[in-house]
């Protein structure tokens, strides 16, 4: 099955099989790997991506529900300079990363956090991330994180 859907601001085509989930079709079929697949039943958010400028979860989506949409990954989200966006620096700067395998997908969710809910409080922000699991940090340098993105964010 054709799927035409729009990726990181250029147009992209997979021919898959009707069954084939988001996440398998950008990272087999377009080669971003940046998504991550992590328990494969949308319960770790490791394979969060914007779709129409929503957080989704790609292994619970097909890609052919994509059709004519707008993708972002986390490829997708510096800018065209290269320069980090401002969640990616605050994970940087915060140290809201440990092993780096939820990282993808929780920086795609507090991006979605923070545009959603500008003013989001830090028990929203712990509400707010509950669908992304991290395993290695005890989830403070990612709270920390996401405020400082928020901040960054709104005066951007």
Same mark, same amino acid.
């Given at each position: 099955m054709q799927v035409q859907?729009?990726?990181?601001g250029q147009p992209a085509s997979v021919d898959v099989p009707p069954n084939t989930l988001l996440v398998h079709a950008l990272r087999e079929h377009l080669m971003l790997t940046?998504?991550?697949?992590?328990?494969?039943?949308? $319960?770790?958010?490791?394979?969060?991506?914007?779709?129409?400028?929503?957080?989704?979860?790609?292994?619970?989506?097909?890609?052919?529900?994509? $059709?004519?949409?707008?993708? $972002?990954?986390?490829?997708?989200?510096?800018?065209?300079?290269?320069?980090?966006?401002?969640?990616?620096?605050?994970?940087k700067e915060c140290h809201g990363l440990q092993c780096g395998f939820c990282t993808p997908g929780m920086v795609m969710s507090a991006v979605d956090l923070c545009t959603h809910h500008p003013k989001a409080?830090?028990?929203?922000?712990?509400?707010?991330?509950?669908?992304?699991i991290c395993r290695c940090t005890g989830?403070?340098?990612?709270?920390?994180?996401?405020?400082?993105?928020?901040?960054?964010?709104a005066s951007a």
């Open positions: 859907f729009t990726v990181n940046g998504t991550h697949v992590g328990c494969d039943t949308s $319960q770790c958010g490791a394979c969060t991506v914007h779709v129409n400028g929503r957080a989704v979860k790609s292994c619970a989506m097909l890609a052919v529900q994509a $059709q004519g949409a707008q993708v $972002q990954t986390i490829e997708g989200l510096a800018a065209a300079d290269g320069s980090m966006h401002p969640m990616q620096a605050a994970f409080s830090e028990g929203e922000i712990r509400e707010l991330l509950e669908g992304n989830y403070q340098n990612i709270v920390r994180a996401v405020q400082h993105g928020q901040k960054a964010m």
